[in-house]
């Protein structure tokens, strides 16, 4: 055990405060590191992943996040997720993700930028939503795809990223997205057993449609 809320002082999204004798710091890239008698000797004959592990006496635990002003520990994203732009800028997808994912539009999101000039992401859309939404409009479509591809569709989208993009930094704005006509599957790999996103296997199942989000005219970084 790292942090522990505290019963009266819980906050919404935060882990609690340090327990009484463990020790938290961060790493150059914001990881969470821990010591203190909660923290292992190590893997069970296995010192190469001891050593990776633990590192001057702290825990290296892989995940990113912060000590907000009250200092309450708040877990932002894993480290393996961290996308690192050409420019050597760091993104952490996942809070991201979750606000577009806020959207009533949007079902599922997967941001994508590592050692990429610029952040894209893939969008499965709300389809319940999206297809009462263009019955409602009159929106003419014969299948998903002919929707997806509708103008009014992609302005609808666009809004979305819009709206997040506003309060982003330059480097971490979304500059292009494309929308998927079906939802990712844990069956195909895509998803683990707890529905979080596989973003390798993402990238490797829809890796034309992200290299046209690259191909042309360069967006602007900012």
Not at 58 to 80: A, Q, V
Not at 123 to 151: D, Q, S
Request: net charge neutral; charged share 25%; proline share 8%.
């Amino acid at each position: 055990m790292i942090c522990l809320n505290v019963p009266g002082r819980e906050r919404p999204g935060a882990v609690g405060p340090p327990v009484p004798g463990v020790e938290v710091s961060f790493g150059p890239e914001g990881e969470i590191l821990t010591r203190g008698p909660c923290v292992m000797q190590g893997y069970f004959r296995n010192d190469e992943a001891t050593r990776a592990a633990i590192r001057d006496g702290w825990f290296h635990t892989g995940d990113i996040g912060h000590l907000d002003p009250e200092g309450l520990l708040r877990i932002t994203d894993r480290l393996k997720d961290l996308l690192v732009t050409a420019g050597g800028k760091k993104v952490a997808p996942q809070p991201l993700e979750a606000q577009l994912k806020s959207s009533r539009w949007v079902s599922e999101a997967v941001m994508l930028g590592d050692q990429r000039p610029y952040c894209v992401a893939l969008i499965v859309p709300n389809f319940a939503n999206l297809e009462a939404e263009a019955k409602l409009r009159g929106w003419p479509h014969a299948n998903r795809r002919e929707l997806l591809r509708a103008a009014p569709v992609r302005a609808l989208y666009q809004g979305v990223i819009d709206e997040l993009n506003v309060a982003l930094a330059p480097f971490e704005t979304i500059k292009r997205f494309e929308l998927l006509d079906r939802d990712l599957s844990a069956d195909a790999g895509e998803l683990t057993p707890t529905l979080k996103v596989r973003r390798k296997i993402v990238s490797q199942a829809f890796a034309d449609l992200i290299e046209s989000m690259y191909a042309g005219t360069p967006a602007s970084v900012g």
